[in-house]
Every structure is written in structure tokens, then in C-alpha cells.
């Protein structure tokens, strides 16, 4: 092989790792696509835990319904990272990749920095009651 031929190659793996994605459907992250992603499954996680506490609420004791509504908003969840073209383990490298970034972003964003702590709140608030539910 010589040198031609060598960066021929190379520039054919190079225009195949950058279009690729591209072709299949793949999103390209950004913060604010990474934000968004990111609002719209905690949003759903949110939603589920409130079905959760709800049904603990009406029956405490019905452990496979508590299960079977997490199952449902994991497959949910799921979706929005399929509808967006982008793996959980791209989505999660991504974010630790540009963290400061992302962070950006959101001081740029406040309003949709407060939606996220809101709902990062209201999740946590949610978790407590289930705790306290299952401990009594």
C-alpha cells in the first residue's frame, strides 16, 4: 500500500464515520437537543412515579402493578431516545462529554434550566412519598 492509496482510505473511513450517522437517521446532539431528550424523559420518569404513587395510594400491596407501570414508562422513556435517533450510551457519553456546554446552555436558557429543576424537584418530592408510603 502506498501513501495515495493509504490517504484515499483514510479519507474514505473519515467520510464514513462523519455520514454514517447521518444516514441512519441519527441525531447529531447539541445542548439543546441533549436538554430537550433529556426534559422529555424526565418529564415522562415523573409522570410514571406520580401513576406509581397513585396506585400505591389505591393498593399498596400489589407489587407486580408498581412494576408493570415502570415497565411502561422505561419502554416510553425508551421511545424518546429511539423518536430522536440517538443510543442511551451515546446520549450519556455525550453529556459527560460536554458538560460545561451543556451547563452553558441552560444559564443561557434559564426558563428551560428552571422547567428542568422544577421537574428534578417534583421527582424527588415523588420519591420521598413512595419511600414513606412503603415504609409504613
Not at 13 to 29: D, I, K, N, W
Not at 85 to 99: D, I, N
Not at 114 to 126: G, I, T, V
Request: with cysteine; glycine share 6%; charged share 30%.
Amino acid at each position: 500500500m502506498n501513501l495515495v492509496t493509504w490517504r484515499q482510505g483514510l479519507c474514505c473511513l473519515a467520510m464514513v464515520v462523519l455520514l454514517v450517522p447521518s444516514a441512519l437517521g441519527e441525531t447529531r446532539l447539541t445542548p439543546e437537543v441533549y436538554v430537550d431528550i433529556r426534559l422529555s424523559a424526565l418529564a415522562l420518569t415523573v409522570e410514571g412515579i406520580q401513576q406509581r404513587l397513585t396506585r400505591l395510594k389505591e393498593s399498596p400491596y400489589d407489587n407486580e402493578d408498581q412494576r408493570r407501570v415502570g415497565r411502561i414508562v422505561q419502554s416510553e422513556v425508551d421511545r424518546v431516545f429511539e423518536e430522536n435517533g440517538v443510543t442511551k450510551r451515546a446520549f450519556l457519553e455525550y453529556g459527560a462529554e460536554h458538560a460545561g456546554a451543556i451547563e452553558a446552555w441552560l444559564n443561557e436558557n434559564p426558563s428551560v434550566a428552571r422547567r428542568f429543576s422544577d421537574l428534578k424537584a417534583r421527582r424527588s418530592s415523588l420519591s420521598k412519598q413512595i419511600k414513606a408510603l412503603k415504609e409504613e
